[in-house]
């Protein structure tokens, strides 16, 4: 597993498309996770793999500009992409493992089952680039549910 510090999450799918804090600025609770294209923007598309305790392959991915906050499976609805507070009480719904092979990797969420992926929903929000949707999903046989993991050009 390619677990790094400053790290970008990039989609197979589309390879232009990588993970994003759908904010202009600090990454807070309850913003919403997309891909989108890389805007070079430190706070919002940079991550840290955060090791959970002692259990091996377990992590919280926090983006860079607050790491405080985790990759969380809301739980409602299509069961969107968000950020929220890191471990504690949300360990369950901010805990994933890693896996896959020839660089082509899962994020999967154990205590809901479910699996990151791109959605091929449009969305709107920076002037430059273009992105979409992410939530989680049961089956991880498709494109927009792998991820390549790699050092930011930074790191």
């Not at 510090?5 to 990039?10: E, S």
């Not at 919403?32 to 377990?58: C, I, K, P, S």
């Not at 154990?110 to 430059?128: E, I, Q, V, W």
């Amino acid at each position: 597993t390619p677990v790094t510090n400053d790290a970008i999450i990039r989609n197979v799918a589309d390879s232009s498309q990588i993970l994003t804090v759908a904010s202009a600025s600090t990454p807070g609770i309850n913003d919403e996770v997309w891909t989108w294209t890389d805007r070079n923007m430190t706070l919002t598309q940079r991550w840290d793999f955060v090791a959970v305790g002692n259990q091996y392959g377990h992590y919280l991915i926090c983006p860079e500009g607050n790491k405080s906050l985790a990759l969380n499976v809301y739980r409602a609805g299509d069961y969107p992409c968000t950020m929220f507070t890191a471990g504690g009480s949300n360990l369950a719904d901010t805990e994933v493992t890693i896996g896959g092979t020839q660089g082509n990797y899962d994020i999967y969420n154990l205590a809901n089952g479910r699996y990151l992926a791109r959605t091929s929903t449009p969305k709107y929000k920076f002037a430059d680039g273009y992105g979409y949707g992410t939530n989680w999903v049961y089956a991880a046989n498709t494109q927009e549910s792998r991820w390549k993991i790699e050092p930011s050009a930074t790191s």
